[in-house]
């Protein structure tokens, strides 16, 4: 055995042991008690199996559940076009009308990246500021005993979901882009990441360069990892994972030597552990927003206004209160949240 492999084994098996406490409940309704908010079982890659937009090169495979290939094409723009959205309303319409009528919310969330949307082993909760974010959407909309259910939903079938009406929103670290927005409708930007690379503190890589040529890449499929990836791979094997944390557990696994995500999702992985720390600098812009349905666009005005109430107040907002709550500790210095762009 070589030094230190007893030490990643350990690290990856307490890991694992996180992911299954995050994990959905395997039959049936978790309920949450404080906010009537509920989480269903992760959509599976069965059922809601969406077609990639754009051609898919294969390489080849790896063993297990990881896959290596090249991402499909989407077309490119500009980060100004596509962080705009369209302007915000108080007033109802078919989408908000269709939510009401159902009485709960339905959110298509992350539950294992920790500080953003996770289930905290301690209470059964989920936690994070993207859930905050999603709750505050559904006190606007249902009234303040709004019952949200959160539905788990992979990376890759984020967009499936929103068009297939499986959720209703979708609040999951999701960047804005172009060839996204020809599939779904986002909101005005609630956050503003960057890719970056993470690896062991001891590794050579040194940023997304040549050092990381003939080393395996780890990234979640339908990511913008993956995209950014498959423009320019500066010499790496990259593997495709179903989520962002399976990149982590390959990491310490020595499966990869590195993995490619937002900076802010890169940093909550470091804060679980500390062997690991982000790589030179973001090398693009990330901004988050909440997708929907491309045929809601009441919805998206609707969401938008409530954007424009959280991220009123100043240094009270609820955006930099649950800014300081779940973020601060591993992004400091960022003071507040990014402004509003709108297209009509």
Known sequence: MRPGDEGRRRRARALVNLRAALAPVAA????????A??????????GLEGAPAGPERAVHRAAGPGRWHAAPAGAGCTAQTAAQSLRPSPDGGPAVARIQKKGQLVVGVDQNTYRWGYRDPGTGKLEGFDIDLARAIAKDILGPDAKVVFQ??????????????????VVRTMTINC???EQVAFSTAYFQGGQQVLAPKRSA?????DSLRGKRVCTAAGSTGESELMKQRHGAKVLIVANQLDCLVRLQLGQADAVVTDNALAAAQ???????ELKGRPFT???YGVAMNKDDSDLVRRVNKVLDDYRGGGADSPWMRSYRTWLRADLPGIPGPPSPEYSD
């Open 152 to 169: 788990a939903v992979p990376t890759n079938q984020r967009i499936p979901a929103l068009q297939k009406r499986a959720v209703d929103m």
């Open 285 to 287: 812009d990330e901004p």
């Open 37 to 46: 908010a509920v989480l269903v079982p992760a959509l599976g890659s069965k």
């Open 205 to 209: 890589v040194a940023a997304f360069d």
């Open 270 to 276: 470091a804060a679980q552990d500390p062997t690991v």
């Open 28 to 35: 049936g309704v978790g309920v949450m008690a404080v906010a």
């Open 179 to 181: 060839a996204r927005k």
